[in-house]
């Protein structure tokens, strides 16, 4: 080929690309002025090979968008953000997703905007050791939250409300522990002055036997109140306000305390069991920076006197001193996010955390604040009790629907049916420990059930 001849191919070759260059989009085009797009993604139990709901919101009508994960464009073809700045789709998991919080940037153009989907991806354990453990069930009323056992009164006391303010359907049940059937059931009165007939929804429970009373928290009150164990006779309802967003209380019979946490603050309420007076609050000061330590499950180990609770905004539990109201240490959990069940082996003197955020159970050295076990235990791991007798721990996972058995050593000796949306577990002392449910409605045959639920004998 001649010079000329290839001069001319030359030229030709760079005036295409001129060409294709004028009308590309260029990579610096307009973005968006303001831009509010917020994503989340929804599902009971996003496990490896389900489905995720991505459901976007405020972004700027007609924008195209992309989920991307890596290098890796998830959706096949963009998503069209309708009139009202919304859209929605279903992103299939693959098969061998790792569990884990995975971040996938929501890409948006026309105009250009980009923002960060947090998409968890819970671990999924197959049912197992069914045949290890025996169990009994009975379905109660809707909305169960929470249980706790009396050995005084052989009596588990169960709460119950259903839906969100204003709560009018709630009950507190006095429950036979073998036959698990209602011996008592009252409704709390009425708020004064609230609007859509409010009642003092029941919602956390503690057991004073030396007292022969019932502390129950009153979450959306912000209230405790106190009831007789032998008829559930109203004692003391705490005025609105009293303990703000109330979540768990415990009773220390032995020293006549009793402490309630306050869920979305940095302390516990304390009272006097007997009195009833307020007492001075313990502060829960966090070791994260700039973080906040806001108590949620409570465990008291009355024989020596300490009280553990976990953090729902940082990855910590603490360790206080009844006797003093002081914090012995606060102990960083590592890899927890919404920390929210807690329990207490007293013989090996370690902690179990039940983490909702990052689906697992810490077992922690008091001690030496060491993690000593990471157990992946399935979608939403809500609560934990563990039960000295048998040296199991039991937890309930909310999303997943089970109530996976946990040894000492962190093995998982059982992964139970748990039925619809298990929600707390309970032990009595005895070998026994009771878990109760929610449901999707009263239709549902697996809700709204307490469950007994024990290692069979060799």
Known sequence: MSFHSSLRLSTLAAGLLLAVASHAQPVFDQPASVF?????????????????????RGFVPGQQVSLVRGETVLNAQPLSVDAEGNFKT???????????????????????????????????????????????????VQGLYQSAY??????????????RPPVTQSQLLKVDPGSLKVVKAITPAQVPDA?????????????DDANGNVWVTNTRQDSV??????????????PVGTVPHARDVVVD??????????????HLSVFDAKTFKA????????????????????????????????????????????????????IDLGNSISASGVAYDPQQNHLYVASQGTDNLLIVDVASGKVLHDV??????????????????????????????????????????????????????????????KSRGTDDEKGDRITRIALRQP
């Open 90 to 140: 279903q992103l299939q998991i693959p098969a061998d997703a790792v569990p884990g919080t995975h971040p996938v940037v929501v890409r948006a153009s026309q105009p250009a905007a980009a923002t960060v989907l947090k998409l968890r991806v819970s671990p999924q354990l197959p049912l197992s050791g069914q045949e290890r453990f025996a169990s009994q069930s009975n379905k109660l």
């Open 225 to 238: 109140a106190v009831y007789r164990q032998s008829d559930l006779s109203l004692v003391r309802q705490f």
């Open 253 to 266: 019979a032995k020293r006549g305390k009793v402490f309630a946490s306050a869920t979305g603050e940095d």
């Open 376 to 437: 992946a235990v399935g979608a939403g791991a809500l609560n934990v009790a563990f039960d000295a007798k048998t040296g199991l721990a039991y937890v309930t996972s909310r999303g997943a629907g089970t109530v996976t058995v946990v040894d000492r050593s962190g093995k998982v000796v059982g992964n139970l049916d748990g039925g619809t949306f298990p929600n707390h577990v309970r032990a009595d002392g005895k070998g026994n420990v009771f878990a109760v449910n």
């Open 279 to 330: 007492l001075a609050p313990i502060t829960l000061a966090s070791g994260v920076d700039d973080g906040k330590f806001t108590p949620m499950s409570l465990v008291l180990d009355e024989a020596s006197g300490k009280l553990f609770t976990v953090s729902i905004g940082t990855p910590e539990a603490a360790v206080i001193d009844v006797a003093s109201g002081k914090i012995d240490k606060v």
């Open 36 to 56: 509010k797009g917020t994503v989340v993604s929804r599902g009971e139990n996003v496990v490896p090979g389900s489905h995720a709901e991505v459901i976007g």
């Open 195 to 207: 609007k859509g007939g409010s009642v003092f929804a029941v919602y956390g429970v503690g057991v």
């Open 150 to 163: 009396s050995a005084a009164s052989n009596a588990v006391f169960v709460t119950s409300a259903v839906g």
